[in-house]
């Protein structure tokens, strides 16, 4: 079965700063990919997705992320983060017929300082 | 890209009591789906509506707690059964477009009391 590792529950940058959230997956074949935020009592937005192709993909906001399938990673980056990045994000690997079914990791929790 | 709203956005209810959550698109999708996420934890899929047929649960989900109806290529119905405490979280519709992305609703906020 699939599954999906987001190692850091929480992150704290400064606005302005760079950064970058971690996401493995394990799932046997090509995966599809996605990467949501979810902003406080809000749905979730997709950022980007991944589904072959160039593997450093962009997305909305100012967000990359790099697929590497030797480390089975798809991190996140965004280069200078902006007080309204505050959010939750998570990572999503799409199984079943064409990445129908997704399966979450746990979450990263962003906390944006002055 | 796909708009999707989700009616209710928020709900207190009653334990014992059941309430039916909608979902509508802006389009016709072929894929939709319903997800649930509990309070400070991620999503968990619920099942895949089918359209014209019975919905396909994922482990630990069953159709008596929740059903789901699907009359067409735009619309499909959440209802969570006889709710206790545990039911309540953000009750999510997701739609599966042309260009294999997935989107998601607002969500429908249900807290059981």
């Known amino acids: 079965a699939q599954s999906v590792t987001q190692p850091d529950i929480h992150i704290t940058v400064s606005e302005g700063a760079s950064l970058e959230l971690r996401c493995n997956y394990s799932y046997g074949a090509t995966p599809y990919l996605f990467w949501y935020v979810q902003s406080p009592g809000q749905g979730l937005q997709l950022l980007l997705k991944y589904f072959s192709g160039d593997t450093l993909v962009q997305g909305i906001k100012g967000f990359e992320a790099e697929f590497k399938r030797s480390q089975s990673s798809f991190n996140l980056r965004k280069p200078s983060v902006h007080w309204s990045d505050a959010a939750e994000y998570f990572c999503a690997v799409g199984a079943g017929a064409a990445g129908n079914k997704l399966t979450f990791g746990g979450g990263t929790r962003v906390l944006v300082k002055p | 890209s796909a708009v999707i709203s989700q009616k209710p956005s928020r709900d207190i209810c009653q334990r014992g009591t059941s309430l039916t959550i909608q979902c509508q698109v802006d389009s016709q999708v072929t894929m939709m789906f319903w997800y649930r996420q509990q309070p400070g934890q991620s999503l968990t899929l619920i099942a895949t509506?089918?359209?014209?047929?019975?919905?396909?649960?994922e482990s630990g989900f069953v159709i008596d707690k929740f059903p789901i109806s699907r009359p067409n290529l735009t619309f499909s119905t959440l209802t969570v059964s006889n709710m206790s405490p545990e039911d309540s979280s953000i009750y999510l519709c997701s739609v599966k477009t042309g260009g294999n992305t997935i989107y998601f609703g607002e969500g429908s906020w249900l807290t059981v009391v």
């Open positions: 509506a089918n359209q014209g047929s019975e919905a396909t649960y």
